[in-house]
Nanobody, 125 residues
């Protein structure tokens, strides 16, 4: 599976951006796609994840209520709608995928074997 992320950019606090992650290759009913982010000097942080065949979505605590993950199975694309952005959301955002991840570990980056190249989101105050 290859992943291509896009949609990053610069925005003022309170603004919105939508990230896209297009997958090529085979997706399975058990597949999971997620978003992580990494700010300079910080560890990679779980943002959101969605299962390919079930309407199960998971969010990191810092983005709940502001970010929404969705998917288009026909286009093999996952989206991350980011609203009410804050300066602390500034980071490189990575999409990731794996063929099967359990609920207990879905927030751990080590569980994902496929990664996109990252897209930079900058939020100014």
């Amino acid at each position: 599976v290859q992943l291509q992320a896009s949609g990053g950019g610069s925005v003022q606090a309170g603004g919105s951006l939508r990230l896209s992650c297009a997958a090529s290759g085979r997706m399975f009913s058990s597949s999971v796609m997620g978003w992580f982010r990494q700010a300079p000097g910080r560890e990679r942080e779980f943002v959101a994840a969605i299962r390919w065949s079930y309407d199960s979505r998971y969010y990191g605590d810092s983005v709940k209520g502001r970010f929404t993950i969705s998917r288009d199975n026909a286009a093999k694309t996952v989206y991350l709608q980011m609203n009410n952005l804050k300066p602390e959301d500034t980071a490189v955002y990575y999409c990731a995928a794996d063929n099967a991840i359990g609920l207990a570990t879905i927030r751990f980056s080590r569980e994902y074997h496929y990664w996109g190249q990252g897209t930079l989101v900058t939020v100014s105050s």
